[in-house]
């Protein structure tokens, strides 16, 4: 066995991925991880993010050509040859009529006879043909027409190829989309069996990971309180760094949990407490979390706020309608992709285009009462906008025209400074800020009622900007 | 919307499958798993989509790994319809163009960007195309004009209105005697663009009622050329001083009418003449020189605090026990156990401190 060592140049580095782990061909599982996890511990990914990723690679290439081999071993030695060039190891003799025959059966499916092929893939498997390829055509066959096998589901194959194959590759990205599009699954007793397979640390606290954001869109606290004890066990004291990060997807799930599912939160405290060792290192994530305590603190005070105001008397019941809705936002879509959230989204903006007055008045007043909240209602804002369509921004020659026009027609609109703002960005699809910065840099002529207090009220105005973003954001995310 | 479905979201399908669009489903499958090895069986989004409209079933639009892909691209789909329709909206028949409106407008739910374009393009189903005819010169741009920004989203609406109005800057009156033309000729034509009619209107009444300045134009807040400057606003305000000192001698002896200044073509707004103090300007321009303060002063102090709050603050909140605004963001950090990690995460947004 080599002692690992490599040189900083990526270029120098061996394409073979036994050479680059140091091992040679026949060494176990064990010896590919433990030269892994030495290498991995000279090029950190915080420092060296592409040296990590051909690490990575190249364990993973390693691991899955040993346990390829190890299946054949009692037909063929260990294998010779590096793994070929895709990932994929190379198959040997023995094992070639089998994937003859599942090609043959593979071109059956594919002329149509899908039945037959889903038939003929099933008896490889059941004949003890346990290669990832056979688990993933009869996943696709069974996806495309649920008809052909009443016994099972599309994912139990998946699993299969996991437990048979290992926890990587195409299985598991093709289980991650399935729990992605259909969260039940994470509460799946098969789920509960890949979370058992034996996996790199950073495979498990990723699927871990995927389960606690499917029960974060579930309200299922439950299973992340009974897995937080497992997770603790394999981290705590061990791998710290995903321990960690594992406790910021279950703060930013149960931040905003009520009644019994609150002694979570205060429970994840605790155990970001027991890792504080860790914030010289990580101190982004533990400010992090303070904020999102400091959130989930004021959000719970807004909310029991309008809701008193709503019970106390119902006139005001419609006013309290865009605080409402305000405050579903944030806690559907922190640290959430777009899609999921995209319908309450959506009616919250069809709102503010049709009432700007009354939503100037609910931003300002969480503005004032409530600065975390506003906050992360500015950055949802930004990160929805960031995944939606994309505007061509104005050319500065016709922001500047535009401003001179609204600065000269002030004293038209006097009055109402704020909404004239709003209705004129929506109008010309100019941002507030743009139109300062085309004062302040010179290319607006000033020759109106609007004094330059104004302008600095208006460069200030976080809520008057929110709104104009959220108008057009109404069109993007269209 | 059920020809929709039927038609173009089929081709749309074959598009994203790259398949023939008169493939049926069958076949349509046959290439979709004769390709998956090639993909190393992880197909692309856009193929399981594809795949599941095409699906007459309609059983694989239900899989989850194709469900979410099928409902944006009919939205997608319906986005594109209403657009098609705002198109050629002129092109339709009045009749014509109210039944089709009306098609949209039953099959979309939920959509609530699109309601609101089919509600702001419902203003003009009463309008023909003809109306928008038998104008000339700058009365035919404007009403041209308006024929073509109406049925626009208002993302494009806004950019090719801001174009416009760039292009009309000069001769805002004659502009506005267009626009007065327009809307005692055709006021159903003029109606369905209030905005531009609102500029055109502001420009006019700022040249014809207030042409000149009450505020020196803006000065540049760099240092090195603000001395300069500065030395020039002197120049001007010994020029002003005598010229208020003249019209003050000639309002004196005359009567206190004020006369309108008669409206002239020329020079656009944006020139930076010195003051012309007329009656209306005097006794602004008085309390000025009572407060021994020049506007420029103001704007250049209220241009350097701007340009001071935002070198200090990322991102700020307004902080009630100090009554003032602080930075609510920290600097950005890396994420150690993820450098390819989404740079648009909300928590990557909140680490970078950036500002909405």
């Not at chain 1, 066959?141 to 437990?163: N, V």
């Not at chain 2, 479905?5 to 049926?24: D, G, H, I």
């Not at chain 2, 700020?316 to 390819?340: F, I, M």
């Amino acid at each position: 066995m080599n002692e690992p060592s490599l040189p900083d140049d990526l270029a120098l580095w061996p394409e073979d991925p036994y050479e680059l782990l140091g091992i040679e061909r026949g060494a176990t599982p064990k010896d590919a991880k433990r030269n892994y996890t030495r290498l991995i511990r000279v090029f950190k990914p915080e420092h060296h993010p592409e040296h990590f990723r051909r690490l990575r690679e190249a364990y993973e290439s390693v691991v899955r050509s040993i346990e390829f081999f190890s299946r054949f071993a009692d037909h063929a030695e260990v294998p010779t040859e590096a793994p070929a060039s895709d990932g994929h190891p190379e198959i040997s003799p023995a094992a070639a009529p089998r994937i003859d025959e599942a090609s043959l059966l593979w071109e059956r499916a594919c002329e149509g006879s899908e039945d037959e092929a889903y038939r003929g893939l099933q008896n490889l498997h059941l004949r003890g043909d346990r290669s990832s390829s056979i688990s993933l055509r009869l996943y696709w066959l069974l996806t495309l027409d649920l008809g052909l096998d009443a016994e099972r589901e599309p994912c139990d194959w998946l699993l299969e190829a996991l437990r048979s194959y290992g926890v990587h590759g195409s299985a598991l990205e093709l289980y991650r989309r399935e729990v992605e599009a259909n969260p039940a699954e994470a509460f799946h007793a098969r789920f509960d069996e890949l979370l058992t397979l034996d996996a790199p640390s950073p495979v498990i606290a990723e699927t871990y990971e995927w389960r606690w954001t499917a029960a974060r869109k579930m309200d299922r606290f439950d299973v992340i309180r009974a897995d937080l004890e497992v997770a603790h066990r394999k981290f705590f004291g061990g791998d710290e760094t995903h321990w960690l990060r594992l406790l910021m997807v279950a703060a930013d799930a149960t931040a905003w949990t009520t009644g019994s599912d609150r002694d979570l939160w205060i429970a994840i405290g605790k155990e970001v407490e027991q890792v504080s060792h860790l914030s010289t290192r990580y101190g982004d994530w533990f400010d992090q979390f303070e904020h999102l305590n400091q959130i989930s603190k004021e959000w719970f005070s807004a909310k029991g706020h309008w809701r008193q105001i709503s019970l106390e008397n119902s006139r005001y019941k419609k006013n309290v309608v865009p605080h409402e809705l305000f405050l579903d936002l944030i806690k559907v879509a922190w640290h959430a992709p777009l899609p999921p959230y995209r319908a309450v989204l959506m009616k919250m903006l069809a709102a503010i285009s049709i009432n700007t007055n009354v939503w100037l008045q609910c931003l300002d007043e969480h503005r004032q009462k409530y600065p975390a909240v506003f906050g992360a209602f500015a950055l949802i804002l930004q990160y929805a906008a960031a995944q939606s369509e994309t505007v061509p921004e104005a050319p500065a020659e016709q922001v500047a025209r535009r401003t001179a026009d609204f600065v000269a027609g002030f004293d038209q609109f006097k009055a109402n400074l704020r909404e004239s703002v709003v209705q004129f960005c929506q109008e010309s699809w100019i941002d507030p800020l743009e139109m300062v910065q085309a004062v302040v840099d010179n290319r607006v002529d000033w020759r109106s009622d609007l004094s330059p207090e104004m302008l600095v009220q208006i460069d200030d105005d976080w809520p008057v900007r929110m709104l104009c973003q959220a108008n057009r954001l109404f069109w993007q995310c269209d | 919307m059920p020809n929709l479905e039927t038609t173009r979201l089929r081709e749309q399908a074959a598009e994203m499958l790259s398949v023939p669009a008169s493939n049926s489903f069958a076949e349509a499958k046959s290439s979709f798993l004769d390709r998956l090895q090639q993909v190393d069986h992880q197909p692309p989004e856009n193929w399981c989509t594809g795949l599941a409209l095409l699906d007459d079933r309609n059983q694989l639009a239900k899989r989850p790994i194709a469900a979410p892909g099928v409902e944006r691209a009919r939205r997608q789909l319906l986005r594109r319809e209403v657009d098609a329709f705002a198109a050629d909206y002129w092109n339709y028949l009045p009749e014509e163009r109210k039944s089709r409106w009306q098609a949209l407008t039953d099959a979309i739910e939920n959509e609530p960007a699109l309601t609101t374009h089919l509600r702001h393009l419902a203003n003009g189903l009463e309008v023909s195309a003809d109306q928008f005819e038998g104008f000339q010169g700058k009365t035919a741009n404007l009403a041209m004009t308006i024929k073509e920004l109406f049925p626009m989203r208002p993302p494009q609406q806004a950019a090719r209105r801001r174009e416009w109005l760039m292009e009309t800057a000069d001769s805002p009156t004659l502009w506005m005697n267009s626009a007065i033309r327009l809307r005692e000729n055709a006021p159903k034509v003029a109606n369905l663009e209030p905005a531009i009619l609102n500029v055109l209107a502001g420009r006019a009444a700022q040249k014809t009622m207030r042409p000149p300045t009450r505020y020196q134009p803006v000065r540049p807040i760099h240092p090195t050329t603000v001395q300069s400057k500065t030395s020039n606003n002197w120049g001007y305000w010994a020029i002003a001083v005598v010229v208020f000192a003249m019209l003050k001698g000639i309002f004196s002896t005359s009567s206190s009418s004020t006369k309108t200044p008669t409206p002239s073509y020329t020079p656009p707004p944006y020139s930076s003449t010195p003051f012309r103090y007329e009656p209306p300007q005097r006794v602004d321009f008085q309390e000025f020189e009572k407060q021994n303060k020049r506007p420029s002063d103001a704007l250049q102090k209220a241009l350097k605090e701007i340009e001071e709050n935002r070198s200090k603050l990322l991102y700020s909140v307004y902080d009630p026990k100090t009554g003032k605004n602080v930075p609510l963001l920290k600097s950005p950090p890396a994420d150690p156990l993820n450098p390819k990690k989404d740079p648009q995460d909300p928590r990557s947004l909140f680490k970078s401190g950036a500002s909405p």
